[in-house]
């Protein structure tokens, strides 16, 4: 091996589920690991834990401003920007900080903060170093999407990554996006104060939801937020006094919005293409590098995880993959397989949304028989107390056997609710086993899951 090349048994490039790998197992080990941005990756920097705080923040905000409707009258009247990010980031930002420190002082590891390029299928060059690896792990995340539209590189704009660590609020600010990063960000700001706008290409927000939470969100949502549907965004360009003007056109013709910030939340993709896969033999498809069930490449030794591959691009799919690999490199004689069957989600909008399975529709289009139950919010005794008329519970059901094919809830808590279904689903629990082989509480919130389960038994019958 020439001089100027190091070798490693094991080269990590991401520092964010790729960096649970490494177990005491790995001591003996010689590892690199490469980022080329913030230590920890996207979820604890600038995904999922910062924008869950906020959202916290969001919840409380609206919970106040409706009160009225439990006989309390209640306002905000001072939201401290400033003390909102510090109070997160000086929580987050030190995680990340020990993170880096933690690794830089294991013996065994060496960590490379640039950009990592293959030069063969078992070759890296990061900043002009040369790394050689038994073993190689791709776990560089996604990053977002930027649509072509007119005038948008010329103009100042933010995405996901940088929105959340803005100096001020602004008066308005204007969304492209009808996915869940658009709405809970609409959510989040909208709540602190922002006037906000979201701009839709479809006719529905979230329009890979089931299209019954669909049509009933966008419909709530549009209470608090304006939503433009069925609107295409031919221009941006910025004015004289920094305000952001878009030229869009709908169905009735053309219009003009303006706007203090813009945020392009149009969804992400695989950060794979500034690899030089190319120079590999790895395989691609539409940007995902493509494993098998051991989170194994098609080139010996190479692995991936997360939302370079998994198009679902959820942290708990990147997690469960991360804990085979480390096993399966560890252990290379006894592999396992990753098992993300079912994939529960959720959505942290407001309302909340999460589901598991198939939609009504994808089963429709597959032509499988289904049973349909669904129970609202507003008739178990907790959602009644809490006002809300909106929550519902929708479960579908194989009517010959009863077995779980999807569920979707809207409403609160619904993130937490969605794991009685998901644990139906994955142990074989069907709807008769759910809705009466136990008790339920009463008055609690999972009452809707029973009346649901109750619903879909009934029309089995």
């Not at 649970?20 to 920097?45: H, M, Q, R, Y």
């Not at 969100?217 to 878009?246: C, I, M, W």
């Not at 107390?385 to 809830?409: Q, R, S, W, Y």
Request: with cysteine; proline share 4%; hydrophobic share 40%.
């Amino acid at each position: 091996m020439p001089a100027d090349i190091e070798e490693y048994d094991l080269v990590i490039i991401g520092t964010g589920s790729g960096n649970t790998i490494i177990t005491p197992e790995f001591d003996s080990w010689k590892i690199a690991i490469i980022e080329k941005g913030v230590f920890g990756g996207t979820c604890l920097n600038r995904g999922c834990i910062p924008s869950k705080m906020l959202v916290h923040i969001a919840n409380t905000i609206h919970e106040i401003e409706t009160s009225e409707t439990l006989g309390i009258d209640a306002s905000v009247t001072n939201i401290r920007w400033s003390d909102i990010q510090e109070r997160i980031f000086n929580r987050i930002d030190p995680i990340s900080d020990s993170g880096e420190s933690y690794r830089n002082g294991l013996s065994n590891v060496t960590l490379y903060k640039g950009h990592a390029r293959f030069l063969d299928n078992k070759k890296l060059d990061v900043g002009g170093k040369q790394l050689v690896a038994k073993n190689i792990v791709i776990a560089t995340g996604a990053k977002p999407v930027l649509p072509e539209i007119a005038g948008l590189p010329e103009s100042p704009f933010h995405t996901s990554d940088s929105i959340m660590r803005i100096d001020a609020l602004p008066e308005s600010l204007v969304v492209i996006g009808g996915g869940y990063i658009a709405t809970e960000m609409a959510h989040i700001f909208s709540s602190l104060g922002c006037k906000v706008t979201i701009i839709v290409r479809s006719n529905q927000l979230l329009r890979a939801q089931d299209g019954e939470i669909s049509q009933k969100f966008t419909e709530v949502f549009s209470n608090n937020v304006d939503v433009y549907l069925e609107t295409h965004v031919e221009l941006v360009a910025e004015d004289d006094d920094g305000k952001v003007n878009l030229t869009c056109k709908t169905s009735t013709g053309k219009i003009s919005i303006s706007s203090d910030m813009l945020l392009i939340a149009t969804g992400r993709a695989p950060a794979s293409d500034d690899l030089n896969l190319g120079d590999t033999d790895i395989s691609v498809k539409n940007g995902y590098i493509v494993t098998d069930a051991q989170m194994r490449t098609n080139v010996p030794g190479v692995f991936a995880l997360g939302d370079v591959t998994n198009p679902n691009q959820l942290k708990h799919a990147a997690n469960a993959e991360a804990r085979i690999v480390s096993h399966n490199l560890i252990n290379s004689s006894t592999p396992m397989t990753v098992d993300l069957d079912p994939l529960p989600y959720a959505i942290f909008t407001n309302p909340q949304i999460a589901a598991v399975g198939m939609t009504e529709e994808e089963l429709q289009r597959l032509g499988t028989e289904y049973v349909k139950g669904c129970a609202s919010y507003s008739h178990v005794a907790y959602g009644w107390a809490m006002e809300n008329t909106d929550g519902f519970c929708k479960v579908l059901a194989d009517p010959k056997n009863g077995n779980i094919l999807g569920a979707h809830i809207m409403g609160p808590h619904a993130s937490t609710l969605i794991h009685q279904l998901v644990q139906g689903m994955k142990f074989d629990q069907n709807i008769e086993d759910l809705a009466r082989g136990m008790l339920y509480v009463h008055p609690a919130l999972n009452e809707v899951v029973e009346n649901a389960l109750l619903a879909a038994c009934d029309t089995c019958r």
